[in-house]
């Protein structure tokens, strides 16, 4: 066989970066909807309804892997990443200079236009809330934050706290159900979030800086208390108590 020949029966064995990345989108999708839980084992999954070999969704958890998404052992098993209190911790840790930070900026520079923009996903959490909707409420409380840092006037601080929301949208998710589910035994209920949206907005459109960041910085330890509360409670059997 020729190398060209041997090159072409390669290429045509190996599959194609866009049915990789199909089925790489479709896992971390539901790795980061909670959909595919911390600890779930995904060599039992047969992906059927992707119609795809089993040579990209061996590609796409390695790159999942990569990520810190996916665990995957020597005999090719492979699970979710569970998410441990240190995990939480370090997430809360980096997220709080930089929320604090863009809530400030935008009590301070915010324009008067963007004041609509912050309401509307402000009452899109409340709506998604009272319907007990946590993939909505996730996505309501995504676009409220990222529009007050988009408004912050500084786009290296915005994109910095935009990706660290990303990376943590498996602990939001995780907090945001946790208080759907204890149906109001918890101190830090979903209503309070809506209480410091709200709280926040107030301060930024009237230019109450010290106060913004003030309610920022609370957002983010009580963001953490209930994320804390769910993995130290019995129903978080998948995640890790490791330190």
């Known amino acids: 066989m020729s190398k060209r020949a041997g090159h072409i029966q390669h290429a045509a064995s190996s599959p194609s970066t866009s049915t990789v990345m199909k089925v790489y989108r479709y896992i971390k999708a ?4 909670l959909e595919f839980a911390p600890g779930m084992n ?3 999954l047969d992906f059927l309804d992707l119609a795809v070999s089993r040579t990209p969704i061996r590609e796409a958890l390695l790159r999942l892997a990569h990520e810190g998404l996916v665990t995957l052992q020597e005999n090719r098993v492979a699970w979710v990443s569970e ?6 911790r370090q997430f809360f ?11 400030r900026l935008a009590a301070l520079r915010a324009p008067p236009s ?14 998604f809330r009272k319907a007990g909707d946590v993939s909505g409420m996730y996505e309501a409380n995504l676009k409220f934050h990222r529009a ?3 408004a912050c006037g500084n786009v290296f601080i915005a994109s910095h706290y935009v990706k660290l929301l990303s990376m943590g949208m498996r602990v939001s998710h995780l907090s945001l159900t946790y208080e759907r589910d204890s149906r109001g035994k918890g101190t830090l209920g979903l209503d309070n979030i809506s209480d410091e949206h709200n ?9 109450d800086a010290e106060r913004a960041e003030q309610v920022a910085g609370e957002h983010t330890v009580h963001g953490r208390e209930r994320v ?3 993995l130290l409670s019995t129903t978080a059997p998948a995640a890790s108590s490791a330190r």
């Open 42 to 44: 995904l060599a039992k």
């Open 199 to 207: 709280q926040m907005l107030d301060y930024i459109m009237s230019h």
């Open 30 to 33: 539901r790795i980061l909807s």
């Open 228 to 230: 804390l509360g769910y």
């Open 114 to 127: 963007a004041f609509p923009v912050f309401r509307r996903y402000a009452d899109e959490f409340d709506d």
């Open 93 to 103: 840790e980096a997220l709080d200079v930089p929320q604090r930070m863009v809530t």
């Open 148 to 150: 007050i840092a988009e």
């Open 83 to 88: 998410i441990t209190l240190s995990d939480v």
